[in-house]
């Protein structure tokens, strides 16, 4: 039975969630714990969330900061971030199998920067300071990279011929906040050039996309993402500054204060690039149990792409993997951008894209409106 609309209503941000490369490299552990058994080690958190990191470290996942944590013979994975050259020589030194989980857009750059390195061209990468993916990209290239953190970094550049210089993007900023780092970049440097294709990851763009739209009616944006995520992050900043009164980023719905619902009659609900749906529909039945019932789809964008599995974890090749038999051989994998159908896993169920649906949790209709039911 429905419950009765109190003119309340949630504007379902649409993308939200998992990217590609981040269901990749969840799946990826997953994959490795049930052909190799626990432990699987992984390099940094695979990706930017607390539930998916704490999830997976119950199912055997050990998180280590540095290479030396893992024992020789072991297996470790590397995260959906990327990590320099000088990371796969320590696995190699310390007798370790290794599973490469790097967003296949993040190898991407990595490739034009060893080019442009090559090509002795001073390189400039937009990103922030400290960020894994960062720092991975950079160590492909150290002598030839310089981090441009912003417009404000780039009176301190200094490049030693203007005419050889390229710009280069930590893959998980905004189209528009690259771009203005770009421009003023390209005041200093006229013959600045852009790489020969787009570094930017699609996701976060579609997901700020959708925020943008929500945004001019939402009084109150919630979040949800964790605090070291800076795509989650920045959905916030977005948000505010498309028109929302308030906007608060969660890791959990428990986290919501009702005081932010004080006169609010539109909340805008929407998730990082590494949130799981679960999250997202824990966050919804909360609302729903406060009258906020009524769910509204904001669709920015369609989403299809999907990316394949390390080869170590795809079924045709596993076999002739020598990581079960020999997990101190080096079995390091190059991922690839080819599509692969997308393994069944219990981090991300989404039943608001399909039939299933949680009892008293809002349901979408085919208009693309959702009211809770049961």
């Known amino acids: ?47 930017h969330n607390k539930y998916v990191v704490q999830t997976l470290e119950r199912k055997g996942a050990v998180f280590v900061e540095r290479t030396e944590e893992v024992p020789p013979g072991n297996i470790v ?23 490469d989980a790097t967003c296949p857009l993040v190898t991407k750059v990595h490739k034009e920067a060893v ?19 960062v720092i991975g990209t950079s160590g492909e290239a150290p002598d ?24 280069l993007s930590q893959t998980t900023l905004s189209v528009d906040e690259t771009m203005e780092t770009v421009d003023a970049l390209k005041e200093k440097f006229p013959q600045l050039i852009s790489p020969p294709s787009d570094d930017i990851c699609y996701a976060p763009q579609n997901r700020q996309l959708a925020v943008k739209q929500m945004g001019a009616e939402a009084e109150l944006v919630i979040v949800v993402g964790s605090r070291n995520s800076s795509n989650s992050k920045r959905l916030v900043e977005v948000a505010k500054l498309a028109g929302a009164r308030e906007a608060y980023l969660v890791d959990f719905a428990d986290e919501i204060d009702e005081a932010w619902l004080e006169g609010v009659t539109t909340v805008g609900v929407t998730s990082g690039a590494s949130v799981p749906e679960v ?11 406060r009258g906020y019932g009524d769910v509204e789809l904001v669709k920015a964008a369609e989403e299809s792409i999907t990316f394949s599995l390390p080869k170590e974890l795809r079924p045709s090749l596993a076999r ?39 009892v008293s949790s809002p349901k979408v209709t085919n208009d693309g409106r959702a009211r809770s039911g049961q």
């Open 115 to 133: 080019r442009f390195a090559k090509e002795d061209y001073d390189i400039l990468l937009i990103g922030h300071e400290g960020h894994e993916e």
């Open 320 to 358: 002739r993997s020598r990581l079960k038999e020999g997990r101190g051989a080096r079995a390091s994998s190059r991922p690839s951008s080819s599509a692969d159908a997308s393994s069944d896993h219990l981090l991300h169920p989404c039943p608001h894209e399909t039939d299933a649906a949680r």
């Open 279 to 289: 999250l997202v529909e824990q966050v919804l039945e909360w609302l729903a149990q």
């Open 77 to 99: 994975m590397f995260s959906a971030h990327g990590v320099a050259p000088v990371v796969h020589e320590e696995a190699e030194r310390g007798r370790l199998a290794t599973i």
């Open 144 to 167: 030839h990279i310089q981090l441009v953190d912003g417009p404000g970094d780039v009176a301190g550049v200094e490049v030693r011929d203007p005419s050889k210089v390229v710009w």
């Open 1 to 47: 039975m429905n419950t009765p609309t109190t003119g309340r209503r949630v504007l379902l941000a649409a993308p939200r969630g998992y990217c590609a490369g981040v269901d990749r490299a969840v799946i990826a552990v997953e994959k490795a714990l049930e052909q190799y058994g626990a432990p699987v080690y992984v390099r940094h958190e695979i990706v």
